[in-house]
């Protein structure tokens, strides 16, 4: 059963809402990972052993190294598939992914011959560590948001909030790859050199502003040769899938650093991601028209096309929530920090890769694209405590009654992100924790 | 025979001044690569097979992979030096680095018992085609000279050249790792963004401000656990050694871009470093002692090393020097456009490895710091042309008669660099060079 979008690009039987699959907790409404996900991750039983990569099926991991499993992909797609990490899946390219996709989407499905024998190929989820989903050589992070720029350059500029290069250029900066952890590391409160006024001395001191960022990772599938670079309409054939991102960031660091070269290590202290790739097939059904307001400029002609207006716009809901020390000392359930849609960036996802790559810059496969924080124009839809408290002027509540401005050690983050749309079984992305604590607490 | 320097590091006898070797290329006054150097590579004869370790000596290389070498080293450096790049036997340490060179001067001093089997192990350095010595993980881009900061400040900000805070935080931001090339390798010109005058819409268009960035490259041999700094005093135990590094830099893309996150497609399209990586240990008689001008702040204490300021000085000579398609054609030598010492620095290299890692970031064998372009407080010192035509309003004559601003197509950059002392050897870093060459005219 194929649909057709309206914007040019088909849907396949995998995207089938009425699919169901013999792994019963993946036909559970409220499931991140129905037949029609099939995210891919690095893992191993918790300790034990080599990384190997998996596909999400409910509550369960398909070993993809696991004979049975292999014995039903084409060998090339099986020998990729027998990696520690995702890189070299990824080299294979578009056609390769989705044929993987089919065979476990057919392989799950309910009535499947093999069903008996694909159960041995099952690990439960809450039963392994996540690795990194890939070798990552080289994190750049965009700043898509132009809800999230205006916000942060009010705080900056109050005169001059967004700058004169906003509306032409996707802007970004390298990020660092080194210190880039799955989901569920604990990521120490950084130390680093701050101001506390114009009028002192700078102190060497742990972070006082310590912040998370809420992004989508989009990670690079099939690079290009340096000197040729990928043109708008071809970006998406690079694009092997996507994380959460959570971008953490020392706000007293930063403001003393940025200048004139940019963030450095107010950023590069750590970056969480979450351990499942969603595909970018499986996220066509969220992907929809895009516009500018009438009075901005339009995009330069190599970052303009068609199809991109017709659908670059991705409606993928990104949540943060927070459980602080004392909402787990007494089981108190995360408490929403704010919500928002990947659909309000001002830049697309072809529009990040094209102007990568307009200069020659070569992307190689593994590397990692942050969309920069997802702020929507509403308040409560800061993808940032920076935002969210005006520069820390004005505390959260929460619902214990504790307020925060900046993270405290003992704050946990835990991003979420998820499609839904009428007619289609939503696609979740997992999520992305990380919990703050004092350089010497570390474990 | 073992000399003491000033600082409280000592000298060993692969330092020793009337050291001869029987390789006779090694022994000439003007090689950069005499028995004192001893530099690693990663090398193979042009065009064939797998890149493989080597050490400098003279004209020659010793293949480290040979057997008859390998029977001269302790098996566990043996083993490392395996590999097709220096990551292995960065990893193991400032110890292993040591017996390492202690090995290699010893097998190849005159008179060595071995010198005929050794002699197979041999190949001419111009008979190889290098690669990059080390995967390289991370690229972070330092700004360490005051003068080139305060130069190309005054460019941008007459009223204020230099910010406020680089006295006190030795700046830097993340690079591109994946367009990190090894010396020959084209340099194609980028496009990018350019935007002509405050008052029209940006282009897309070949950048026309190109630019070269005069620099020392540092490879970090042992990384750090994350969440754990560097103290400063332990910074070279990490330093495996250093290249020369070419930051090729689109000035015009630079301006429009750089605002507020940074340099990214301005320098993200090539990056040129030297094939030969010169060892810590061969660049200390060129350390010396270093101070701050009276009226400066005194840098933070995680900053402050007594051995620092003993010996945090490197007078290694950095010259930039260039060869047009018209001095090709008629086969004149390369003109010289400028040199300085690394001395004049004003953040050591211990200092950039000391706040690199303050904030816990991990760095990892292979990683590269570079010390941003160096340029003397003279004006014939600076590392760059925007600085040498002051923002290409006072072009430089070439002795041709050609005249720059900024590169043109066919150019070629070269960068040398060498330490010299009374009383030692000369040693040298061999060259980084790159051709300009049109986007249509790559090969």
């Known amino acids: 059963m194929t649909q057709a979008l309206g914007f040019g690009m088909s849907l396949n039987e995998t995207h089938d809402a009425a699919l169901r699959s013999w792994v019963q907790s993946a036909n559970e409404p409220d499931t991140d990972f ?6 891919l991750a690095a893992f191993r039983p918790r300790g ?41 899946l990824m080299a294979l390219g578009p056609d390769a992914w989705a044929r993987l996709r089919m065979s476990l989407s057919r392989a799950l499905t309910v009535g499947n011959a093999e069903q008996d024998r694909l159960r041995s190929a099952l690990i439960a989820q809450d039963a392994v560590q996540f690795g990194l989903p890939a070798r990552i050589g080289d994190f750049s992070d965009f700043y898509t948001s132009i809800h999230h ?38 990521v120490a409160r950084p130390a680093g050199q701050i101001r506390l006024s114009a009028a002192e001395a700078p102190i060497l001191a742990p972070s006082r502003r310590l912040d998370y960022e809420v992004e989508l990772g989009v990670l690079i599938g099939v690079g290009n040769r340096a000197g ?59 992907r929809g028209p895009w516009s500018r307001p009438a009075d901005d400029p339009q995009p330069l002609p190599y970052l303009q096309d068609a199809q991109d207006q017709a659908s670059g716009a991705l409606d993928i809901v990104l ?17 929403l920090l704010s919500g928002s849609s990947c659909r309000h960036a001002y830049w697309t996802v072809a529009q990040m890769v094209a102007h990568h ?62 499609g839904e749309r009428e007619g289609f079984v939503r696609i979740g992305l ?14």
């Not at 129905?34 to 995210?39: E, F, G, K, S």
């Open 34 to 39: 129905p037949i029609q996900n099939l995210p």
């Open 48 to 88: 034990e052993g080599a990384f190997r990569i998996g596909a999400a099926i409910g509550d369960q991991i398909v070993d993809l190294a696991h004979p049975t499993v292999a014995a039903l992909l084409e060998p090339r797609i099986a020998q990729a598939c027998r990696g520690a990490e995702l890189n070299e």
């Open 149 to 186: 720029a205006t916000a942060v350059g009010r705080l900056l500029r109050p005169e001059q909030p967004l700058l004169p290069n906003y509306k032409w250029i996707p802007i970004a900066y390298h990020g660092r790859a080194s210190s880039l952890r799955v989901s569920g590391a604990e």
């Open 228 to 286: 040729q670079p990928i043109p708008i309409g071809q970006a998406w054939n690079h694009v092997f899938g996507v994380v959460l991102l959570n971008d953490w960031s020392a706000r007293d660091i930063q403001a003393w650093e940025y200048q004139p070269l940019g963030p450095f290590l107010s950023k590069s202290f750590a970056t969480t991601i979450s351990p499942w790739v969603v595909s970018a097939e499986a996220l066509l059904p969220f």
């Open 319 to 335: 949540e943060a929530s927070i459980v602080t020390a004392a909402m787990r000392a007494t089981g108190q359930p995360a408490a």
């Open 357 to 418: 790559t307009v200069n020659g810059c070569n992307l190689v496969a593994g590397d990692l694209l942050g969309t920069g924080t997802q702020s929507g124009p509403a308040a409560v839809e800061a993808g940032s405590l920076i935002e969210l408290t005006t520069g820390g002027r004005e505390p959260l509540a929460l619902p214990n009654g504790e307020r925060r401005t900046f993270l405290e050690d003992g704050d946990e983050i835990c991003l979420r992100g998820f």
């Open 430 to 443: 997992g999520s992305a924790t990380g919990r703050v604590v004092s350089a010497e607490m570390r474990t």
